[in-house]
T-cell receptor, first 114, second 114 residues
């Protein structure tokens, strides 16, 4: 059981470039979400999904797109990277039933936009 | 969601109990208290959660006051590996018994000293 897997671990982009942060979970969790964490700050919710084909915006969605075509995968897309998107990104998943109080997090992707 | 207040930092001697306080005076009746921790550069890790009663698991104990306006996370025998930022979060669950939109504040940096 790998849990929540995020790739890549590190990425450097130039302003205006696009990229996709990958997130996969093998626990058959219905719920998945993306957070960003800036230095000295807590985590802020970007987008979330309650199941395949269903996504919604979190607290800071601008500049990010998501889709959920399978239960296992929830990629986060940056269409035109900006320096303000320099951050550490965490993906999380949980069940949609009792026992779903516990979020499982990936190890993070550290993104720098120059 | 109810707002929480935690000290910015705390110190604890290795082998002693670490008691981390959290105030949540505006908590409503259906909101749970969650504790997560984040060891440097890693994704957050679930510790424990509770509604009214005190809870204990293999990692920690959670003591919630009778009026539910505050709580304390207890690590009974702190080790150096417990050095981390500890987040206290108050949130309700959806009708399915799950939670996927937790809001993480700045938390308490617990430093366990040798």
């Amino acid at each position: 059981n790998a849990g929540v897997t995020q790739t890549p671990k590190f990425q450097v982009l130039k302003t205006g470039q696009s990229m996709t942060l990958q997130c996969a979970q093998d626990m058959n969790h219905e719920y998945m979400s993306w957070y960003r964490q800036d230095p000295g700050m807590g985590l802020r919710l970007i987008h979330y999904s309650v199941g395949a084909g269903i996504t919604d915006q979190g607290e800071v969605p601008n500049g990010y797109n998501v889709s959920r075509s399978t239960t296992e995968d929830f990629p986060l897309r940056l269409l035109s990277a900006a320096p303000s998107q320099t951050s550490v990104y965490f993906c999380a998943s949980s069940y949609s039933r009792p026992g779903g109080e516990k979020l499982f997090f990936g190890s993070g992707t550290q993104l720098s936009v120059l | 969601d109810a707002k929480t207040t935690q000290p910015t930092s705390m110190d604890c001697a290795e082998g002693r109990a670490a008691n981390l306080p959290c105030n949540h005076s505006t908590i409503s009746g259906n909101e749970y208290v969650y504790w997560y921790r984040q060891i440097h550069s890693q994704g957050p890790q679930y510790i424990i959660h509770g509604l009214k009663n005190n809870e204990t698991n293999e990692m920690a104990s959670l003591i919630i006051t009778e009026d539910r306006k505050s709580s304390t996370l207890i690590l009974p025998h702190a080790t150096l590996r417990d050095t981390a930022v500890y987040y206290c979060i108050v949130r309700g669950v959806n009708s399915g018994g799950s939670n996927y939109k937790l809001t993480f504040g700045k938390g308490t940096l617990l430093t366990v000293n040798p």
